[in-house]
Nanobody
Framework: QVQLVESGGGSVQAGGSLRLSCAAS??????MGWFRQAPGKEREGVAV???????AYADSVKGRFTISQDNAKNTVYLQMNSLKPEDTAMYYC?????????????????WGQGTQVTVSS
């Protein structure tokens, strides 16, 4: 079992920045990443990273968000810059054991409890 603990959400004005963290325990996942879900919408992929350092981003966040990891701490970070009101959502950390790090919700076995990000205009 993998347990994921997220932190770093909050409220910010448009153009601001936030940094999310997700610490994994119990197992070392191959892929970790961030997904988000806004009210009334489906959960969607934001950014993922593999243990080999490979990354994938949603088009809507490319150039604004950066995913990184600290393998020694089993922790993944999401640096979010130039935030927009449309980035407002519950952000979930996710992990999967096997290779194939893509922004596909159903591929991920483990999920955190979520952290709210609210961007006001």
């Amino acid at each position: 079992q993998v347990q994921l603990v997220e932190s770093g959400g909050g409220s910010v004005q448009a153009g601001g920045s936030l940094r999310l963290s997700c610490a994994a325990s119990g197992y070392t996942p191959y892929c970790m990443g961030w997904f988000r879900q806004a009210p009334g919408k489906e959960r969607e992929g934001v950014a993922v990273i593999g243990s080999d350092g490979s990354t994938a981003y949603a088009d809507s966040v490319k150039g604004r968000f950066t995913i990184s990891q600290d393998n020694a701490k089993n922790t993944v970070y999401l640096q979010m810059n130039s935030l927009k009101p449309e980035d407002t959502a519950m952000y979930y950390c996710a992990a999967k054991r096997n290779s194939g790090c893509r922004l596909v919700v159903s591929w991920y076995n483990y999920w955190g409890q979520g952290t709210q990000v609210t961007v006001s205009s």
